[in-house]
């Protein structure tokens, strides 16, 4: 069992910058960020692999980026260029295996959520 604690939301303007981080309680080999807007299914936004591979959503490219620290066990997604469209709940999402970081699905743990809210 992993337990995951996210923290870092808040509300910013569109253009600024937010940097979220994730505190596991034990070593996963897969860890992710995704995110869910009001009445809009929950999306992968980054995932990262404990050998530093990584993927990102269409969406966030350029803008996002996701790291992870082994020896903390802590992983931080920084966004810059916020947009409205960014708005959402954001969790952290941890693995055993690789292939939930592949295919942007199937995580097994799940944090709480930290709520991330951009305005125009």
């Known amino acids: 069992q992993v337990q995951l604690v996210e923290s870092g939301g808040g509300s910013v303007q569109a253009g600024g910058s937010l940097r979220l981080s994730c505190a596991a309680s034990g070593v996963s080999y897969c860890m992710g960020w995704f995110r869910q807007a009001p009445g809009k299914e929950r999306e992968g936004v980054s995932t990262?692999?404990?050998?530093?591979?990584?993927r990102y959503a269409d969406s966030v490219k350029g803008r996002f980026t996701i790291s992870r620290d082994n020896t903390k066990n802590t992983l931080t997604l920084q966004m810059n260029s916020l947009a409205p469209e960014d708005t959402a709940t954001y969790y952290c999402?941890?693995?055993?295996?690789?292939?939930?970081?592949?295919?942007?699905?199937?995580?097994?743990?799940w944090g709480q959520g930290t709520q991330v809210t951009v305005s125009s």
């Open positions: 990262i692999n404990r050998d530093g591979s990584t």
């Open positions: 999402a941890a693995d055993g295996s690789a292939w939930p970081c592949r295919v942007m699905w199937g995580f097994e743990y």
